[in-house]
């Protein structure tokens, strides 16, 4: 594979202060893939992101670094140049796709998943068409809500990813309705799309903590790596929707990977 850096892209106007990749968790000198965990923000707002939002970030992407040693994965916390969406201007989009381009510029022509919780599990799937990404992870992404006067989000930047949903059922900030919506659609355009249903849990899936964490390494891992993924992963990709979309997701998923 060629190691030529891809051009940079500009994240934002004169002023606005940079996107940049955080301290890189993981692989010292030889890096074979490339997680970038894109945080939850806002609808609108054009400070900076907080501390706490990112230090949300940073068990998740020492738990993938960590499960990820062998095979040279290298994980970075983006921090995004503006906290909002703010309609239009997609702001966390332009600055994934910029991450994208400065691990190309870094490491060389390695894989990249983006695994994006609430607004960044939004700006993840918006960002997929970019060259170096190989897989996307959404953690309760944040959708418009349903509106006659609305574009649905694209999925044909998803075509050739892997693709990967999670939802709590009682999420109360964020519709799980959307979401499966939005699955359904790409599993359309694209088969290597599945998702899953955490039951009873909110927002934040912390009940099942445990579980979701290990179905993310799970899956990066499988998709940056070629590893095989778990039973129950491998069956929701290869099942017809709706029931690859709507896997639920067991208790004590990954106990017995070592996750």
């Given at each position: 594979m060629s190691q030529q850096a891809m051009p940079q892209r500009d994240?934002?106007?004169?002023?606005?202060?940079?996107?940049?990749?955080?301290?890189?968790?993981?692989?010292?000198?030889?890096?074979?893939?490339?997680?970038?965990?894109?945080?939850?923000?806002?609808?609108?707002?054009?400070?900076?992101?907080?501390?706490?939002?990112?230090?949300?970030?940073?068990?998740?992407?020492?738990?993938?670094?960590?499960?990820?040693?062998?095979?040279?994965?290298?994980?970075?916390?983006?921090?995004?140049r503006r906290r909002g969406w703010n309609d239009a201007a997609a702001d966390p989009v332009r600055d994934a796709e910029w991450a994208a381009d400065e691990s190309v510029r870094r490491y060389g022509d390695v894989p990249v998943c983006l695994v994006g919780t609430g607004m960044g599990g939004r700006a993840a799937l918006r960002a997929a068409g970019h060259p170096a990404v190989t897989s996307v992870l959404?953690?309760?992404?944040?959708?418009?809500?349903?509106?006659?006067?609305?574009?649905?989000?694209?999925?044909?930047?998803?075509?050739?990813?892997?693709?990967?949903?999670?939802?709590?059922?009682?999420?109360?900030?964020?519709?799980?309705?959307l979401s499966f919506r939005l699955a359904e659609r790409a599993k359309k355009v694209n088969r290597d799309v599945c998702?899953?249903?955490?039951?009873?849990?909110?927002?934040?899936?912390?009940?099942?903590?445990?579980?979701?964490?290990?179905?993310?390494?799970?899956?990066?891992?499988?998709?940056?790596?070629?590893?095989?993924?778990?039973?129950?992963?491998?069956?929701?990709?290869a099942a017809p929707p709706p029931l690859g979309l709507r896997m639920p997701l067991a208790s004590g998923f990954g106990s017995s990977l070592g996750y």
């Open positions: 994240p934002g106007a004169p002023g606005s202060g940079a996107a940049s990749l955080g301290k890189p968790l993981g692989a010292g000198h030889s890096v074979h893939g490339v997680a970038l965990l894109l945080p939850a923000g806002h609808a609108a707002g054009t400070r900076r992101p907080s501390a706490l939002t990112l230090a949300a970030q940073r068990p998740l992407a020492r738990r993938l670094a960590r499960a990820g040693a062998a095979e040279g994965l290298v994980t970075h916390v983006v921090r995004y959404a953690l309760a992404p944040w959708l418009p809500e349903r509106d006659a006067h609305l574009t649905p989000d694209p999925v044909r930047q998803l075509t050739g990813r892997r693709v990967l949903l999670v939802h709590g059922t009682n999420d109360e900030h964020t519709d799980p309705d998702r899953f249903e955490v039951h009873s849990d909110g927002h934040a899936l912390h009940q099942h903590r445990s579980e979701v964490r290990a179905l993310t390494v799970d899956f990066v891992l499988g998709s940056l790596f070629g590893r095989h993924y778990a039973r129950p992963v491998a069956d929701a990709l």
